[in-house]
Antibody
Framework: QVHLVESGGGVVQPGGSLRLSCAIS????????MHWVRQAPGKGLEWLAV????????FHADSVKGRFAISRDTSENSLFLQATALGYEDTAVYFC????????????WGQGTMVTVSS | QSVLTQPPSASGTPGQRVTISCSGS????????VNWYQQLPGTAPRLLSF???QRPSGVPDRFSGSKSGTSASLAISGLQSEDEGDYYC???????????FGEGTKLTVL
């Protein structure tokens, strides 16, 4: 069965870092592009980053460019988001999602992991 | 503020048809495939429509996407109480070089 399970969230101080993980089962990373999306409390969805199916190409939203980095480990069949220089505005639920069509159609989502930036 | 404009709210009574709009520009809706998501309270988003008007397996045919020029729409017919939630359009923007979501439309079933 196809599943995505995020982990690595928690409470972090401003300026701190976290590494979010997305464990993948039921398919392999080589076959699909993968994305990270977040949702601040009470707010809408915000796209963060994409990693191409071949692991070569990445794009990041301007709001996180230079601070966040998407990556993967095919041996673990896992996706990652390294988040650094965290600010209060980064408080959100972070979702990983599979790109079904290569056109940004996210057909499989994880349940999300909560990141809270607080002093 | 998103480059995609959606109405903040929509409503209808059970059985009615409701349409949610998504207005963009030539660099996004006008050039690329539009996708729609439903997010019920406390859950992850669910893909409702992709590539402008395609329905994933398991999505009822009450949900239908369409696109014309720089605007897209999601129509929900035979409205049901369980359709209450937030609806988002999404598309790749060639100028920004990244995916963008609309700000979302909260659907209320009266």
């Amino acid at each position: 069965q196809v599943h995505l399970v995020e982990s690595g969230g928690g409470v972090v101080q401003p300026g701190g870092s976290l590494r979010l993980s997305c464990a993948i089962s039921g398919f392999t990373l080589d076959d699909f592009a993968m994305h990270w999306v977040r949702q601040a409390p009470g707010k809408g969805l915000e796209w963060l980053a994409v990693l191409s199916h071949d692991g070569v190409t990445t794009f990041h939203a301007d709001s996180v460019k230079g601070r966040f980095a998407i990556s993967r480990d095919t041996s673990e069949n896992s996706l990652f988001l390294q988040a650094t220089a965290l600010g209060y505005e980064d408080t959100a639920v972070y979702f990983c999602a599979r790109d079904y069509s290569g056109n940004g159609a996210f057909d499989i989502w994880g349940q999300g992991t909560m990141v809270t930036v607080s002093s | 503020q998103s480059v995609l404009t959606q109405p903040p709210s929509a409503s209808g009574t059970p059985g009615q048809r409701v349409t949610i709009s998504c207005s963009g520009s030539h660099s996004n809706v006008g050039s690329n495939a539009v996708n729609w998501y439903q997010q019920l309270p406390g859950t992850a988003p669910r893909l409702l429509s992709f590539a402008n008007n395609q329905r994933p397996s398991g999505v009822p045919d009450r949900f239908s996407g369409s696109k014309s020029g720089t605007s897209a729409s999601l129509a929900i017919s035979g409205l049901q109480s369980e359709d209450e939630g937030d609806y988002y359009c999404a598309v790749w923007d060639d100028r920004l070089n990244h995916q963008v979501f609309g700000e979302g439309t909260k659907l209320t079933v009266l």
